[in-house]
Structures are given as structure tokens and as C-alpha cells.
């Protein structure tokens, strides 16, 4: 077997995939066809009503705060939003369903022809949007008795109806994704889109946004699309990656070995490493797809669709761009903030009240110190103890020379353990740097009368020495000397 068979793989055979992208859209309060709450978890069956259970007689009402919401991510991802559109009664049955039928929508989406540029190693792709469309999540089915709460070994299975009736927000993307790299990146890119609308949490353990991928291979040069499977239950972005990088060479194998892709329905196994088979796939004509007879059409005034689209913030990439134009800062680094908003929104905190001329240093602090934090202790920057005034006063500190880089640090430290500011940190271990010229000279004489050997030997030519000095003056001081005067003041008195 090749060191890396996707890399050998992808060097004979072309891989097609397309995304499908699940959102629940947590903004809104309530379900789509009826007032129960949207919420995660809680005591099973406690957000229900006749309208979720799909009682007998129960209508739909549609929730218009969702269908904003999702015209705000169709102009977002730069749809066309339809000016007529209806919901469709999409028929199959889960025991998680149980009206055993969803109401979807079919071919009136209320967003569709959309884009998404993704960038892998600086080559800039744009992903074609299908559609968006919006319709009800299904309730969740808890197996019981078996490994895990997989369905594999249990004894029984509960239903619990909350999440029945959450609107789902389904994106579609053109067949445009060439390797599992971008179909990670675009995931991401759209993740970091919604954050910023606030649409959704798109939190993916918690099953809010779920991505499931088509995909298929044909030989490099072909033009006609090999056989695809559809693989699910990817939960993470590195889960999407390592399915596709699996399911593209488990084909190849299939193709090089003489045989045929069957399309099918394939289940990521995340501790295995590998697809397996869950179904043959359904067509769309197998859902008896008909218009939804409790709603009428919609028919939107282009004027809403203004209104709406003035709710659209400032989107990832536009903040990056002005990042770069208007801070100087590195292109990766000012796309790692502004991919993700909460830390953008502090950057822009921070910066505003540190000034722009050290908007380079706090990106350096959060991009390092502070993401290292966040990531080692698994908090939101939201929830961390550092907040953007601190970092500016911190960044304020080391900048008027009150303390040393080092020192920086370990207030750094000291505050995200306690919230504590950093002035009254310094404050209280008496952290002061020490710039006093005067102060300085008198400790740099000390050190050289003690140490005449080495004054001798520097002034032979061994100029390394300068930092033994350095080293020696710092720790009379007790670290606290500023490194710049104690760097000048052995300068002028050794070589003066
Ligand atoms: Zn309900």
C-alpha cells in the first residue's frame, strides 16, 4: 500500500463530491409549525404540543422569524431568493417522525444559484450553492442496552420529540468539491458564515449543523460521473475530511479491481476509521413529494428581501480583507480572527481601545497566548477571564516599557487565572521594570568592579560576552531592570 493513498488515489482518479449541509436554526425561539421552544436536551417529550406530535387535526403555522433567518443566509451565501416559493409534504416514515411525513420543500426553495469561495494552499475555489430550503427537524430515538446508545445491541429504543418541529435549514452544494481538503474548508467557511449571521450555535456534537457528503470518483480525464455513495454521521470537520479520504479510495479499490460503485447510503464509523453500507439510496421520486395543503405559497415583496438584507453583517471574508488593509496584518493571521466571530468582535474591542497601531500586537496575544488558553482549557473567548480591556491595558504596559515582555507573560498568566487587571498585578508583585537610568548605572558598576576578567576579556574582542553581562545585571535586579537601558548602560561603559 502507497505511504498516502489518497494522494496515489487522487493522482489517477478525479473525486466529484457535494455537500449537504443540515442547520438548525437555534436563533429563532420557537419551532417551525408551532410555539414550542427551541432548546437543546431537557427532559425528553417536556417541549411538545399536538402541532410537533402531529396529532390528528393539528395545523402548521410557519414560524416567518425562520424563513427571515433563512433568507439572510441565502443573501449571505449570495443566492437568488425566490419571490414565490411553498413547502412541500416529503413522504417516508421514521419512528422519530411522527407524522410520517416532513414538511420540506421540493422545487420552490426559498434560496438557490448561490456561491462560496474556500481557499486551500492560496488556490481560491467557488463552491456552488443549489439551494437552501428550509424545513422541520425530526425528534431523536434513544437505543437503549446497547454500546454507546447505537441501536447495534440494544434491547429497546424511546423516542423523545423535542428537537420534532426545530427548523433545519438544508443547504446544497453544486458537485464543485475536488478533494476532501476543501470539502473540510468549505464546511468550516460556512460555519464561520453562520456564526457571524447568529442563524444557528452550529454546534456539531450537538447535531445542529450536520454535514452528509455525495461523492464519487471517474477516472482523471473523464467527464462523465462515476457512481456516487452518500456517506453520514460525520459529527466533527475532521470526521467530514478523513470519511471522504476513506470512501474516495475504498472506490478506487473498487474500480481498480475490475468491479462497480453501488449507490448507496454509507455510515462514517469515527472509532473504526471506515464507511460501511446503510441502505440503498432513495430517489427523489420515492418521496412522493406533493404541495403542503395546510400552508398557502408564500409571495414576497422585494422590498422585504431589502429589508432583510440589511440585517447582513460585516461576513468573514470582508472583515479579513479589511484586517489586511487596514492593520497590515498577515493574511492567515487576520483570516484565523476573522473566521470566527466572537474573536473578531474582541479584536475589534481590543483594538478600539488599544489603538490601531497595535492592532499587530494584539493579534499576536490572542492568535498565541490567548487562543493557547482557550484551547487548553476548552473555553469560548466569551467565557475566559480575559477581556479586551485587559489585553489592551496588558499590550499598554509592555509598549510605555512599565515591563518586560517576559513579565507580559506571566501577568497574562496571572490574569486569565483570576480576571484581575493587569496594572494591579504589577501593582502587587511589584513588578515594576526598573528604567531608571541612574539605578541601572549603579548595579552595571557593581557588576563589572566584581567582574574585571571578563571586562578584560570583552574588551579583547570577545563582544559574545555582552550578554553574560546582561544575565548578571538582570539577576541583581531581580529581572525587574528594563533589558533595553541595561543593554545601552554596559554598552557605553564597556566600550566607552
Ligand atoms: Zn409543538
Redesign the pocket.
Known sequence: MPKDPLAEVLGRYEAVIGLEVHTEITATNT?MF???PVAFGGEPNT???????GLPGALPVPNEAAIEWTVLAGLATNCDIALWSQFHRKQYFYPDMPKDYQISQYDLPFCSGGSVEVEVDDHRTSIGITRIHLEEDTGKMVHVGGSEGRIAGATHSLVDFNRA?TPLMELVTEPDIRTPEEARRFAQKLRSVWLALGVSDCNMEEGSMRVDANVSVRPRGATELGTKSEVKNMNSFKSLHDALAYEIVRQAEVLDAGGEVVQETRHWDAGAKRTSALRSKEEAHDYRYFPEPDMVPFSFDPAWIEQVAARLPELPDARRDRYVADFGLPKHDAGALADDVAFACFFDEAVAIAGSDRAKQVSNWMLGELAALLNAEAVEVADSHVTPAMLAELIGLVEDGTISGKQAKEVFGEMAATGDAPGAIVEARGMKQVSDTGAIEAVVDAVLAANPTEVANYRAGKAGLIGWFVGQVMREMHGQGSPAVVNEVLKRRLDG
Not at 417541549?47 to 406530535?53: E, F, G, Q, Y
Open positions: 419551532k408551532c410555539g414550542c417541549r411538545v404540543c399536538p402541532v410537533c406530535l418541529g
